[in-house]
């Protein structure tokens, strides 16, 4: 039987002028940059070693909160 991983990346979003802690990343995740290419590369590395070498699934979930209001 295959392990299951899910590796997160959490995108954080920009342009909603409200700050609710229920869909702020800098809230939830404390992450206030914009996620790069590298970042999701040494992030999908850092995880990748931590994980057994045996028979494996992997997956990369991302995870962007977005809500408007008016």
Known sequence: MKKEYIIPIFVPHLGCPHDCTF????KISGQTKMVTAEDVRNTI???LKTFRKEDKYVEIAF???KFYWN
């Open 45 to 47: 590395n850092y995880y």
């Open 63 to 65: 995870f962007r909160w």
């Open 23 to 26: 869909c702020n990343q800098k």
